[in-house]
């Protein structure tokens, strides 16, 4: 727990730099024509090719550029890490399936609104209950049985009986300041451009992990 609110407060000023290139993205889709026409682009390849978009985007975002930005330091570049690309780039593949399930179950229940509470709404499902029920959780477990070399049975010995306590509430703690706001931009754009912006969330935050922790050797 205490870890979990450490990393949040270290978090804080990189997660508001995130929130507020969201937000930019956000207003430039209404207030600027030329980046509400790239936008626009973006929209029309999701709906064209629907979860096929949201599997290589997510991939892309999630998996395969932050692997990528490892290169930059010449002391990673031999990081072993890299032998789990594919991992990594499936993982999120598959998570883009699932957020874009989540986006338009969402979309469906509540209408592709930006109305207060239809935004409202759909941040407390997305934070309230998906992320602590299932994306934290899934992905926590995913990532310890890569780093037990895909051995489930060494996976079970690490997890332990805390493991929601130790593993997943830091993680979620850590993250609030920066998904809570996050997803309520997210929301307030039209369904077909809420997923492009989510993994452009998710890169940012995943490389800012990856700052933090080359920064500080003992985080997370």
Same mark, same amino acid.
């Given at each position: 727990?205490?870890?979990?609110?450490?990393?949040?407060?270290?978090?804080?000023?990189?997660? &508001?730099?995130?929130?507020?290139?969201?937000?930019?993205?956000?207003?430039?889709?209404?207030?600027?024509?030329?980046?509400? *026409?790239?936008? *626009?682009?973006?929209?029309?390849?999701?709906? !064209?090719?629907?979860?096929?978009?949201?599997?290589?985007?997510?991939?892309?975002?999630?998996?395969?550029?932050?692997?990528?930005?490892? @290169?930059?330091?010449?002391?990673?570049?031999?990081?072993? =890490?890299?032998?789990?690309?594919?991992?990594? /780039?499936?993982?999120?593949?598959?998570?883009? /399936?699932?957020?874009?399930?989540?986006?338009?179950? =969402?979309? $469906?229940?509540?209408?592709?609104?930006?109305?207060? $509470?239809?935004?409202?709404?759909?941040?407390? /499902?997305? =934070?309230?209950?998906?992320?602590?029920?299932?994306?934290?959780?899934?992905?926590?477990?995913?990532?310890? $049985?890569?780093?037990?070399?895909?051995?489930?049975?060494?996976?079970?010995?690490?997890?332990?009986? !805390? $493991?929601?306590?130790?593993?997943?509430?830091?993680? &979620?703690?850590?993250?609030?300041?920066?998904?809570?706001?996050?997803?309520?931009?997210?929301?307030? @754009?039209?369904?077909?451009?809420?997923?492009? &912006? =989510?993994?452009?969330?998710?890169?940012?935050?995943?490389?800012?992990?990856?700052?933090?922790?080359?920064?500080?050797?003992?985080?997370?």
């Amino acid at each position: 727990m205490r870890r979990g609110w450490k990393a949040a407060r270290t978090n804080a000023r990189p997660g &508001l730099v995130i929130v507020m290139m969201v937000l930019g993205v956000l207003a430039g889709y209404h207030r600027w024509p030329a980046f509400h *026409e790239v936008l *626009e682009v973006v929209r029309e390849w999701k709906l !064209r090719f629907g979860f096929a978009f949201s599997a290589v985007s997510t991939g892309v975002f999630g998996g395969l550029l932050p692997v990528l930005f490892r @290169l930059i330091p010449r002391e990673t570049r031999k990081d072993p =890490q890299w032998r789990f690309l594919p991992f990594f /780039i499936g993982f999120w593949a598959l998570k883009g /399936i699932e957020v874009d399930a989540l986006y338009r179950l =969402q979309a $469906w229940v509540f209408g592709d609104r930006a109305d207060p $509470w239809v935004v409202a709404a759909k941040v407390c /499902i997305d =934070q309230l209950v998906y992320c602590p029920v299932w994306a934290v959780p899934t992905m926590m477990l995913a990532y310890l $049985w890569k780093d037990c070399g895909f051995r489930a049975k060494e996976a079970r010995r690490r997890l332990g009986r !805390r $493991w929601y306590l130790t593993r997943c509430l830091p993680l &979620l703690i850590a993250n609030l300041g920066i998904w809570i706001p996050a997803t309520a931009i997210i929301y307030a @754009l039209p369904l077909a451009l809420q997923l492009p &912006l =989510q993994n452009l969330v998710l890169c940012l935050s995943v490389l800012l992990v990856m700052i933090l922790t080359r920064e500080d050797p003992s985080a997370g």
